[in-house]
């Protein structure tokens, strides 16, 4: 029987976490459910593709706060005017729980929040870092349904926040995985960021904002192609911090091989990514990145690329069909061997591996199936 959800983004459509929270959305929509879906904007127009998802966003001010306090207020008014029978909301921030909670209280609607991430160990020490850490220890235990995908954060959300075990549902990481399998290369991409039919890519996805890892990366990827003629690196992401890292690969020459895709469209990214012939993905062994599950990762893998690597966060779980590298000096002389190694059985069987265990249709029938037999 189709239900009324409302899906609160605390962030923008440009963020990981919005693509995993849009991709549920997508897939809530295709079962045939009544969608709303609330979030910030950096896009004047939002996302393009809605289809029959009930769409609504707030254009950003470029004041972090007032924004937040702006889609605290309409989340809540747009929500009671939609009365969900259930609110799900991203992340444990005042725009998505306030208005959850407050419309939990007058439509007794049941309330999910999704904690994908320890968002305060990206802040440095301060006001602001102590205030995102209220918020999380603050919101969680009034939801009646806790949701996250990793299981060392898992661990840390029932210890640190007195949330039982009963209360939280492990909801993995998917993708659109039929879309990458499917992709093919998308030649006017290929034009526009000025990539040659016989470049060897190399892409790295990721955002170039306040988590960024690029500052690590870059010198790493300098080193490679300096031993490298033929190769170019693709960096897809956007971020406070991009015209920073163009200014200095401007400075080390390097301007016309190290490509700044910019954002791009999700619904792009298949064929984007089959421009390249090997993705990379490093996190910093920090708590923090040991709490995430990479969707790059995920994605790469369905797109056919070759992986590189290092073991952080849940990476582990692609042991046999990605090469880890311990540490960032290791990533060059991988990367190499990578790109002459054309192990297409390793490829096709990294692809099955996620088409049959990360689909985004099974992570989400799972998921409907545990809320209604909760509700009962």
Known sequence: ?????????????????????????????????????????????????????????????????????????????????????????????????????????????????????????????GFRRRLVRFFFKLFPRHFDVVTTHNRYLKDIIIDTLDISPEKIYFLPQGVESQRFLQAQQDHGYREKLGIKANDKVIVYCASLGITSEFQHVLPMLVDFLRSSDDAKILVIGDGVQRQDFVNKVKAQGMQKRIIFAGYIPHSDMPGVLKLAKVGINYMTPTKANQCRASIKVREYLAAGLNVVCNPVGEAEIFTDYVTFCNTLEEFPEAISKTLAVKDQDRVRAAQEFVRAEYSWPPIVKDLLAYLVGTAK
């Open 1 to 125: 029987m189709p239900v009324k959800i409302l899906m609160l983004n605390a962030l923008t459509e440009q963020s990981g976490s919005g693509v995993r929270f849009w991709s549920i959305a997508r897939e809530l929509s295709h079962e045939g459910h009544s969608l709303c879906f609330l979030e910030r904007s950096i896009a004047k127009n939002g996302r393009l593709e809605k289809g029959r998802i009930r769409y609504l966003s707030t254009v950003e001010t470029g004041f972090l706060w007032l924004d937040i306090l702006r889609a605290t207020w309409l989340n809540l008014l747009h929500g009671l005017a939609f009365r969900p029978e259930y609110v799900f909301a991203l992340k444990p921030m005042p725009n998505t729980c306030v208005p959850s909670l407050l419309i939990k209280k007058i439509c007794r609607s049941k309330v999910i929040v999704d904690i994908d991430d320890l968002d305060f160990e990206y802040y440095p020490k």
